[in-house]
C-alpha cells in the first residue's frame, strides 16, 4: 500500500509527515525507556523480518496482491512507539533504496502504515489488558490494516487524485481480504515468539503469569 | 536474546533471498485500485540504488529478487540498531 510520488499533493504530504515525524521522534526519546540494552538487537530483527516479510506478495482476489505490513507486530513486540520508529526505518530504506513508496510520500507512508496501525494496536493492547495475546494480535493486525486503507483512501481523495466515493469502498474492500492475511501472519509470528521467548510479548501485553 | 536475535534474523534473511523470488507479481491493494479506478497514471515512478528490488547487474530475476532481499533486511537490521543506539546515548 506503498503510496508512490505524485499520488499526493505537497499539502497533504506534509500534513501527514508532520504528525509521522512526531511519532517518530517520540519513539526515538523513548528508546531508553521502552528498551533495554539486550533488547536493542530485537528492534533490528524486528526491523528486518517486517522488511522481508513485505517482499513477500501474497495472491488475494482477482489478480490482486497483499503484503504484510507489520505495524501490529511491532507493537506487540516493542511498544507503539518504537514501532513508529521501527516502520520508519523499514520505509526510509525501501523508499530511498528500493524506489518502493515515493520519496515526497515517505511521511504519509509512515503515518499510514505505521504510526496509525501502531496507535490503534496500542490503544487496543491497553484496553484489551488480560486478553489472549493471539487475538489481540489478530484484531489489531486486521484494524491495522483496515485504519491504513481508510486513510489512504482520504488523503488521495483530498489531494484530488480521486473521489472519495470511489476510492474508500474499493480501498477497503480490497484490504479486507490483505487485513485477514495480515492478521494470519501476525497471530503465527506472535505464537513463534510466545513459544520460544514468551516474555517478549507477555511483558509487553502485560500479561504476568 | 542472541540466540532468538540469531534464529530470528536468520528467518528473516532466509524469507527475503530465497522466498522473495517466488512472491505474487500481480500488484498489490493500493496498484490494483489504481488501475481499476484509472488513476495509476498520476504515479511518478522513482529510482534508488536497487530500484524494484532488483540487484544491479544481476540478469536472472530471481537471483536479482533474492540479493536484493539479502541486502535490504541485512541493511534494516543495521540501520534500525544504529538508530536506536545513536538514540540511546
Known sequence: MHIPDGFLTTEVALACAVPAAVAVGIGLRRANADLDERRVPLLGVTAAFIFAAQMLNFPVAGGTSGHFMGAALAAILLGPWLACLVLAVVLGVQAFVFADGGITALGANIFNLGVLGALVVGGLMHAARGLPPRLVAGAGAFLAVMAAAGATALELAISGTVPLATVLPAMLGVHALIGAGEAIITVAAVSAVLSTRPDLVRGRLALAS | ?89
Do not use: C, N, Q, W
Open chain 2, 1 to 89: 536474546m542472541k540466540l532468538f536475535t540469531i534464529v530470528a534474523l536468520a528467518v528473516a534473511i532466509g524469507l527475503a533471498t530465497a522466498v522473495s523470488p517466488f512472491a505474487s507479481a500481480h500488484p498489490d491493494g493500493l496498484e490494483k485500485v489504481a488501475e481499476d479506478k484509472a488513476f495509476i497514471a498520476a504515479s511518478k515512478a522513482g529510482d534508488g540504488p536497487i530500484a524494484d528490488y532488483a540487484f544491479p547487474g544481476v540478469e536472472d530475476p530471481r537471483l536479482a529478487t533474492g540479493l536484493a532481499g539479502f541486502t535490504g533486511t541485512l541493511l534494516v537490521f543495521a540501520l534500525g540498531v544504529a538508530v536506536v543506539r545513536l538514540a540511546r546515548r
